[in-house]
């Protein structure tokens, strides 16, 4: 019945395509290689049909263009084809009087939709490195551009997460289906997600709209708005030619695919700058209002490689104009990585450098900054001759009267990237004006992130309305940025009495440092007492709100001297992670002391690297005003903020934490200084502006939420009091815990009601977790975590499904707090896979003082799953290393060793598998190799081997997977086969008299590591 319930989903799904004009065949039905994957005879069809003028001969050569691909790498073969589905291919040939002839094809008819074939076709077997049977595919003129991968919607096992885990799988099985996809889709029924191949699952999203204009919130119907949205055959040749790319990070190619409100944002701005464009309209094309880290960058290089395309724009100029260098450098790597959608992008980093560029005829892509924009000084006149006019006042000072005209053409195109302040600088010799001046018959577009409406700064009237809108409220639905939570935790600052009133009018911009109220603000938030109380509070805060949630923190200061002041007291403290200072320097005028801050613009793109590695040791920075704009590092979750913003600024610098990243549940801003009525003011110019949600939520009232979950939970296991539970005796625990876990799976509905409360009461706990309150409830909260757990293990057992690295952090760090509770997943006997000895956290935890008995016992259970996980690997090693622990737990329980040896000891033990993951690095052998390398190298006296014996171990283990076949091991002729490639491999390298001993091990090696040949190996 499971099966014919998965099925239903996959005929659903055939049937909305059917609707949409695509022809289903049955997988079976297809003529085809079952290595091959593009239906060849289609597109022959196609291509004779559409150049019927080119003979069979240029045919076959563009058949060969389109099938034949020849990079090495797989992302590199499908970002091949990619271009060549997109950009079309040219072939030549010669008629009959010898003439050399040309022409440019395209694989896919783009302007008549109807023009091409469209069949979708479900369970197609497929041989590669194994044999894979795919649910549905989408052929596009024979070729297979969308795959589709379900799982069973009444399965509460199996979901979206293990299809997108199957596709993985795929693409290392039947790797030459994935050199054509365009585009992947995971469902279950219910959730149904959009993404790219290699994609992590995170970045994979639903399409919740058919129109573009009505947002399809049900979840039940996102299969359904995913096809009827996506799928229309016009709709789906746009997206794939137009709204897919890679990016090229040195070498490494990510492929990334727009969302929707991407994809009908630009659309719009597509349609709008076709209308708009001088001198046929205005020129004011219309503004794209999208939240901060929903894709503004990527929305702008599709946009710019669309309109490059256009051929009504004559090869137009587009010109990418930012306020900041910061902003300019960042959008400007952005582009540069999307290479294959803009082309080529030049920089101009000088006011000469840029009214050269823009004087060019040609088109192009230019990145400036608006102040580039500025007269420039002139030689000043002599004085007139007697008897002749003065010259104009800005010539006698030097500069020029107004801006020169650079160019007049009406294909010139302005993307003006944070549509705000610096763009209405009209005022004579205002940037803006300039800009105008410079560019008389340009046209421009605004993209933001916040709306801005204030006094001479209406977005509209210069850009033109608002033509596409994708608010807070809105990505935070659909998973594009997580929620932002506010804490209040102001520390007063000593204002003196004169600057009471002028601080209210102090703007974010209000920064010179010899203005007398900013001064006045920044000592005041400077104070030593102030600053060192704040780096204790930020210390504090931030290593407990670590312990539940990995991520790092931004802290904001007034001025760089008050960063430098935060950096110190910070440092003074135990404990304190790397911390740097993000900020620009002056070495004429800036203290010696301040000199480690000062770096060079590679030293601080190093710095930003490390920032967004999980893993690196640097955990904070402290800025001032610097990577408060345009630099993502999704790992970031916590903003501390000691610095007066307002508006856009202010909404910029929040956005710093909404990125998602992993399992981040929210974003944290932390309130020294008093923002708040500014957020208040910034929200209510955000949704005046047409805008939904709020950009932060109340700390508060989510600690609220929390305790409020907390105590529905409790209610959901029958109720408990922690003090109660801790004085139970060993026999009351148990007793007590398989009473409740036989409740909660009474049946499936009570125990799918306890797990979708307990998931809410966690993801509460992460986001309120610096909150004092929260650390009252921590114990009941891991009781409760103890009995999911245990569920989870019980109803999906080790190996089919695993937790993430919530793992480590509720079942360790909180079952320790919690070591009065029974042990349930060790009373029901349930395997703890998951919890990586070699974590660093975990070993700090099992360092530490107190609770040796309960981490003797995980450390025993987690080194035991480490063992199990490589034994198959690397027999002699690990039955060497299960002795060793056998030995040392067998010390203990003898009372020969105390608790604190023994952890030792087996932490000694843990770090034998760190070293093993560094030998195979540095032997550069394979996980596969290393067994038969330590088998081999502890006989090397008996080797007859020139080079290095990894020469040896590649060659062998080489020919025995060249002769594995399934069930391999109870075959006998199949063994024999195996035996025979292994002894050529090892004749005249091994002693004759020792040649049988030698092969007899490593074939046993071979029959424990490669049994489940082709699951494994």
Known sequence: MSNLLEITIQKAAIEWLQDLGYLYIGGNALQRDLKKVVLEEELRSFLTKTYPNIPSTAINEAMAEFTQLQSMDLDYRNREFHLKLTQGKAVSWKDKDGKECAQHLYPINYENPE???FICSDEITILGKNKRRTDLVVFINGLPLVLFEFKNLFDQEVGVEEAHRQIQHYTLDIPQLFDFNALTIISDGREALHGMYHAAFQWFAPWKTIDGETIIQNNQQQLNTLIAGLFPKQVLLNYIQNFIFHEDHNGKLIKKGAKYHQFYGIRKAVSSTLENIKPKGDGRLGVIWHTQGSGKSISMAILTGILR???????????????????????????????????????????????????????????????????KDVLPLNPPPKGETQSSDSQQRGKEDKHPVLSERTNIIVLADEAHRTQYGFNDGGYAQNLRRALPNASFLGFTGTPVDGKDADTELVFGPTIHTYDIKQAVQDGATVPIYYEPKMIPMNIKGEYTQELEATTADDTDESNAVWAAIEDAAGAKERVDKIAKDILEHFTKRTQTLDGKAMIVCMSRRNCVKMFDALNALEGCPEIAVIMTGNIAKDPIAWNPHIRTSNEMEAIKERLKKPNDPLKMVIVRDMWLTGMDAPVLHTLYVDKIMKGHNLMQAIARVNRVFENKPSGLVVDFIGISNFLADATKKYTSGGGTGKPTFDL?????????????????????????????????????????????????????????????????????????????????????????????????????????????????????????????????????????????????????????????????????????????????????????????????????????????????????????????????????????????????????????????????????????????????????????????????????????????????????????????G
């Open 309 to 375: 395309a256009k051929a009504e724009l004559k090869n137009p100029t587009i010109v990418i104009q930012v306020d900041r260098n910061d902003l300019d450098e960042q959008l400007y790597d952005n582009f540069v990585f999307c290479k294959d959608l803009v082309g080529d992008v030049q920089h101009a980093t000088s006011t000469d450098e840029l009214r050269h560029l823009l004087s060019s005829d040609g088109g192009g892509v230019i990145f400036t900054t608006i102040e580039k924009f500025r007269l």
């Open 700 to 1016: 508060d009232g989510a600690v609220e939420l929390c305790l409020n979950q907390l105590d529905l939970t409790k209610t959901l296991i029958g109720g408990f009091e922690i003090t109660e539970i801790e004085q139970f005796s060993a026999s009351q625990s148990m007793n007590w815990s398989s009473e409740v876990l036989n409740a909660l799976m009474k049946d499936d509905a009570t125990t799918d009601n306890f797990l979708k409360e307990e998931r809410k009461l966690t993801e509460l706990v992460a986001m309120t977790s610096s909150d004092e309150r929260i650390w009252e409830i921590q114990e009941d909260v891991a009781v409760i975590q103890k009995f999911r757990q245990v569920i989870r293990k019980i109803k999906i057992p080790p190996g089919q499904k695993r937790e993430k690295q919530e793992a480590i952090k509720d079942l360790i760090s909180k079952s320790l707090a919690a070591n009065k509770i029974v042990d349930l997943a060790e009373m029901y006997d349930i395997e703890n896979a998951d919890i990586s000895i070699i974590d660093d956290r975990f070993q700090a935890i099992a360092k530490s003082k107190g609770n040796e008995n309960v981490k003797i016992e995980l450390l025993k259970r987690i080194i035991n799953d480490e063992i199990r996980a490589r034994l198959m690997s690397n027999m002699t090693k690990m039955s060497s290393l299960k002795e060793a622990l056998e030995k040392v737990l067998s010390s203990y329980h003898k009372n020969t060793l105390d608790s604190i040896a023994t952890i030792k000891h087996l932490l000694d033990i843990a770090k034998e598998f760190l070293e093993e993951d560094k030998r195979l690095k540095e032997l550069g052998l394979t996980t596969d190799e290393l067994a038969f390398y330590d088998l081999l190298s502890t006989r090397t006296e008996l080797l007859n081997v020139q080079g290095p014996i990894q020469d040896l171990v590649h060659r062998v283990v080489d020919s025995m997977k060249k002769n594995l076949q399934l069930d391999w091991t109870k075959k006998e002729n199949a063994k024999a086969a195996i035996r025979l490639a292994v002894k050529k491999e090892l004749k005249g390298k091994v002693p004759f008299s020792e040649l049988d001993n030698i092969l007899k091990v490593i074939i046993e090696q071979a029959e424990g590591q490669f049994k489940d040949w082709p699951l494994v």
């Open 115 to 117: 023009a091409n074939s």
